[in-house]
């Protein structure tokens, strides 16, 4: 089977290209993901990105995601930059602009090229969902923001929201201190039915912020997309910062805006292509 290696802020993809043809039978998609993303075992990634054709008409492609534990997640900002650079690139379709279909809906990035090459990918993330049913997340149908809940012997200040994903922000004064194994705890709390990713954010002004992930179905990572777009997002919402922000990842920085305009989020990022390669499954 061939496939590519690409990464987004050292966040890293197995891609495989099922646009014509499926590769991988779908009851063996997650012991694959599993198997292939293992470190030092396999290829080894935070997850699998499935090139398919759409399930609906306003879109041009789809994209599929497997976490390295095998769960198939909603979306992914990292790996949709990796995903359009890669489906440019290998000549799929050639738009500088296009719809990808999602588990969180129609994704939209639009990709800056020099010589041919993707430099830059801006994903419109669409609107977020604020709301405890559309997280989702028990208790009554209202806003989450700064919100005790409880983990254990500890109490954590948090945010939620969705971004096509879940997502639980908390802020903290020093992420050197950080015990991010938390995020687990946090990540298969029960006031989340389908479990959440966990962004643990330092504001450092009003332009600025400072993030650590812990990953739903991965862990820890070296950046995450939709979590520094859900990290920018609460921060506006507890009057940290402005709209446009400069959100510093492990593994390098991303602009996300919340438009006022549209309500719409918009991340702007890198993504590289590391090899490509071929493995018997």
């Not at 809940?149 to 994903?165: A, R, Y």
Request: aromatic fraction near 8%.
């Amino acid at each position: 089977m061939k496939f590519s290696k690409f990464q987004g802020l050292g966040n890293d993809y197995i891609i495989i290209d099922e646009f014509k043809k499926s590769i991988i039978p779908e009851g063996q998609k997650s012991s694959i993901a599993k198997t292939l993303c293992t470190r030092r075992f396999s290829i080894g990634a935070d997850g699998i990105l499935f090139v398919c054709p759409p399930t609906r008409s306003d879109a041009d492609i789809r994209m599929r995601i497997f976490n390295s534990d095998g769960s198939e997640a909603e979306m992914c900002g990292n790996g949709i930059r990796c995903f359009a650079k890669y489906i440019y690139e290998k000549g799929i379709i050639k738009k500088t602009q296009m719809k990808v279909d999602t588990l969180a809906g129609i994704k939209i990035p639009t990709l800056s090229v020099i010589n041919g090459k993707v430099s830059l990918i801006k994903v419109d993330m669409g609107i977020p969902k604020l709301f405890r049913n559309e997280i989702p997340m028990s208790g009554p149908n209202t806003e989450v923001i700064n919100e005790d809940l409880q983990v254990q012997d500890d109490t954590f200040s948090i945010t939620c929201l969705s971004v096509g994903n879940p997502h639980c922000v908390i802020f903290l004064d020093d992420l050197e201190k950080l015990n991010i194994e938390q995020g687990k705890l946090i990540e298969y709390h029960d006031v989340f039915p389908k479990r959440v990713n966990v962004e643990y954010v330092t504001v450092l002004n009003r332009g600025e912020i400072k993030m650590r992930v812990w990953e739903r179905g991965v862990g820890e990572t070296l950046a995450c997309g939709t979590g520094a777009c859900a990290a920018a997002v609460a921060s506006v919402l507890n009057e940290y910062i402005d709209r446009k922000v400069l959100v510093h990842l492990v593994g390098g920085d991303l602009e996300i805006v919340w438009d006022e305009t549209d309500n719409h989020i918009y991340m702007t990022g890198p993504a590289e292509h590391i090899y490509d390669g071929e493995i018997k499954l």
